[in-house]
């Protein structure tokens, strides 16, 4: 393992891919939610612009509430337990249930922590989605079960692609998510997504 330098540029690289993977996974599954709930539930432009600022609004809420991941907030609220790709549960791992003194960890144990959430991002967006439609709609742990088994089907029809699902999107809703994507930076004021 490399030392001093080595370690932090390790660290900003893990943290860059973090940032990637986040920005990827947005776009992909907010494209997929909002196809999921025009064709499904019969939602249109307004409601589904309504609901992307929901998310927004959720993400919020829950980046002030530092002591819980947004995946254990689902949990608690709707009974979904989510699980990263290996199939664990948030409830197996530490950084995703435990108070963590960032400062206190050691800098390979941080990037192993880091390392490892990557595999929680896609849960993790899907947990706002689904806590948007939950707190926002009042849609209960089996609604919110079925869009996300709506929205795995969308993301599998479009193979997984951030292309593809986001043209698809366009077509389909008359939304463009990265015309979205881009007012919201710009609204924000930061230059920085928000989601």
């Known amino acids: 393992?490399?030392?001093?330098?080595?370690?932090?540029?390790?660290?900003?690289?893990?943290?860059?891919?973090?940032?990637?993977?986040?920005?990827?996974?947005?776009?992909?599954?907010?494209?997929?939610?909002?196809?999921?709930?025009h064709r499904h539930w019969g939602w249109r432009e307004k409601r589904l612009l309504?609901?992307?600022?929901?998310?927004?609004?959720?993400?919020?809420?829950c980046g002030d509430t530092k002591q819980k991941s947004m995946i254990q907030m689902l949990d608690e609220e709707t009974g979904i337990e989510l699980q990263n790709g290996d199939g664990k549960s948030w409830k197996e791992l530490a950084f995703l249930n435990a108070e963590i003194d960032i400062g206190k960890l050691t800098l390979p144990k941080l990037i192993y922590m880091?390392?490892?959430?990557?595999?929680?991002?896609?849960?993790l967006v899907i947990a706002y989605i689904l806590l948007a439609l939950h707190r926002k709609c009042g849609f209960g742990a089996d609604r919110c079960g079925r869009v996300y088994a709506q929205i795995?089907?969308?993301?599998?029809?479009?193979?997984?692609?951030?292309?593809?699902?986001?043209?698809?999107?366009?077509?389909e809703t008359g939304?463009?998510?990265?015309k979205v994507q881009f007012l919201r930076e710009v609204s924000d004021g930061s230059g920085k997504k928000t989601g």
């Open 114 to 123: 880091r390392q490892q959430e990557l595999k929680w991002i896609p849960s």
């Open 175 to 178: 939304i463009d998510i990265d």
């Open 50 to 61: 309504g609901l992307l600022e929901m998310i927004d609004e959720v993400i919020s809420e």
């Open 152 to 171: 795995l089907e969308v993301e599998e029809e479009f193979s997984w692609s951030e292309k593809d699902v986001a043209e698809a999107c366009r077509k």
């Open 1 to 37: 393992m490399p030392k001093g330098r080595g370690m932090a540029n390790l660290l900003r690289n893990v943290e860059r891919q973090m940032n990637e993977e986040h920005d990827k996974q947005d776009r992909i599954l907010r494209a997929a939610a909002l196809i999921t709930m």
